[in-house]
C-alpha cells in the first residue's frame, strides 16, 4: 500500500474493527467452570497507531479506563502534542527540564538500551527522523549534507537525567520516543488490568501484551506478522502467558524511490533507513519497554549482531531475514513452540 493512504487505511480498519467489537462486546465467552464470563472488546487510535483491546470478565469501567491512560500517556510522551514532557524537553534551549517520574524512568531505560546497544538505539534520532516522511505520502528525504550534518545531534549519553527529577538534553538535540513509548505504555495498561480481569490480550500496533488466560484456560496465541507477505498476514504462532510479545519490522511504514526500499527505522551512523538483513525482529518479554527497544535495536544491527546481542542479553527472540529464514535465540526456542501457519493466513 502506498503510505500516503496508511492514515486513511488505518482510519477505514479503526471503524471496522471498531464496528466488529461493538458487536461482539459483552458476549458470554464459555469458562471451564461452566461460569460465563463476559468479553469485552474495543479499539482505539492513539500515538498514530490502532490499538486494539480484548478483556475477559473485565469490570464495566475498565475499558473506559483503558482509554483514559491511553489518552494521558499520548499528551505525556507525544513528540507533536505541544506541552508534552517530551515536546517541552526538545524546546528547552539546553537548560533542565522537570518531567513526570515515568517519562523519567523511560529514558533511564532508553539510555541503557542505546549503551547496551552501542546505540543502534537512540531516543536522540528525533533531528533524523523528522528529515524523513515515512507515513504522509510526500517521501520527503534528505539530501546527503543535511543528513550529515544532523549526525553529531544522536547521542543518548549526551542526555543527562539528573538527580532532581530533571533533564537536560543540549541545545539542537531533540528526542523521539517512538520506538520505546508504545512498549512502555503496554506495561502499564498491563499492570492497570492484571488484578481486574480474568484474561486479556492488548495489542498497540506491534506490541502485544497478554495478561493470564482464555475463558477455556488455555493460553492465549499470539501471531507472528509475515513480514513478507500482505499486510496483517501472520507466518507463525506462539502460546503465550503472561509476557509481552513486539515486533518492529521494515515493512510498516516505508516508501519506494528509485527502486530502493526506505523504511522507518533509521541507523544512527548514517541517518538513513537501517541497512538491515532483517525484515523484522519479534522479542518476547515481561518488559513490552525493554522488548520495543530492542527489536528496534536488532533491526538497525542485523542478523549476526542481533543475535549476538539478544544472547547476551538472555533476550526470547525471533529474527525474520528479508530472504525468508527465521533464526531464533536458544530461549525463545527453549520456551515457545513456533507453530508455523505455512503462508499468510
Ligand atoms: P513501530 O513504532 O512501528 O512499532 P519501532 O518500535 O521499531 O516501530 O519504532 C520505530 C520508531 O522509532 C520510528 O518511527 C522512530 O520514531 C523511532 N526510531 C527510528 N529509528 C530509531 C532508532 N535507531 N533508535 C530509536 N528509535 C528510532
Ligand atoms: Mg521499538
Given at each position: 500500500m502506498r503510505p500516503g493512504k496508511r492514515n486513511l487505511f488505518l482510519r477505514i480498519v479503526l471503524i471496522s474493527l471498531s464496528l466488529f467489537f461493538v458487536l461482539h462486546t459483552g458476549c458470554p465467552a464459555s469458562a471451564d467452570s461452566g461460569a460465563e464470563i463476559a468479553r469485552t472488546s474495543g479499539v482505539g487510535f492513539y500515538f498514530d497507531t490502532v490499538v486494539s483491546v480484548t478483556l475477559y470478565?473485565?469490570?464495566?469501567a475498565l475499558l473506559d479506563e483503558i482509554w483514559t491512560a491511553c489518552g494521558q500517556y499520548e499528551q505525556l510522551?507525544?513528540?507533536?502534542?505541544?506541552?508534552?514532557d517530551v515536546d517541552r524537553i526538545n524546546h528547552s534551549n539546553g537548560q533542565p527540564v522537570p518531567v513526570s517520574p515515568e517519562t523519567y524512568a523511560i529514558l533511564q531505560s532508553a539510555k541503557s538500551i542505546s549503551e547496551g546497544s552501542g546505540g543502534a538505539f537512540?531516543?536522540?534520532?528525533a533531528p533524523l527522523t523528522a528529515?524523513?516522511?515515512?507515513?504522509?505520502?510526500?517521501q520527503r528525504m534528505p539530501d546527503e549534507a543535511t543528513r550529515l550534518s544532523k549526525l553529531?545531534?544522536?547521542?543518548?549519553?549526551?542526555?543527562i537525567l539528573n538527580e532532581d527529577g530533571s533533564v537536560t538534553l543540549p541545545e539542537g538535540m531533540e528526542i523521539d520516543l517512538g520506538g520505546i513509548a508504545k512498549g512502555y505504555i503496554a506495561d502499564r495498561i498491563a499492570e492497570l488490568i492484571k488484578d481486574r480481569v480474568y484474561g486479556a490480550i492488548l495489542n498497540f500496533g506491534g506490541n502485544v501484551y497478554v495478561v493470564g488466560n482464555k475463558p477455556d484456560q488455555s493460553p492465549f496465541r499470539v501471531g507472528i506478522r509475515?513480514?513478507?507477505?500482505?499486510?496483517?498476514?501472520?507466518c507463525a504462532v506462539i502460546s503465550v502467558y503472561e509476557n509481552s510479545v513486539v515486533t518492529s519490522g521494515i515493512y510498516e511504514r516505508y516508501f519506494i524511490k528509485d527502486g530502493h526500499w526506505y523504511h522507518h527505522i533509521l541507523d544512527p551512523m548514517t541517518g538513513s533507513s537501517a541497512e538491515t538483513d532483517l525484515a523484522s525482529a519479534t522479542v518476547v518479554s515481561k518488559s513490552s519497554m525493554i522488548a520495543d527497544a530492542m527489536a528496534t535495536a536488532c533491526i538497525v544491527m542485523g542478523s549476526e549482531r542481533a543475535m549476538e546481542y539478544l544472547t547476551e542479553n538472555g533476550a526470547d527472540a525471533l529474527l525474520i531475514l528479508r530472504d525468508g529464514t527465521f533464526l531464533s535465540t536458544e530461549g525463545f526456542d527453549h520456551t515457545y513452540q513456533l507453530m508455523p501457519l505455512g503462508g499468510s493466513q
Open positions: 470478565g473485565a469490570d464495566e510522551l507525544s513528540k507533536t502534542v505541544s506541552g508534552s537512540s531516543v536522540t534520532i528529515l524523513w516522511d515515512f507515513t504522509g505520502g510526500t553529531p545531534l544522536v547521542d543518548d549519553q549526551k542526555l509475515d513480514p513478507l507477505g500482505e499486510e496483517g498476514s501472520s
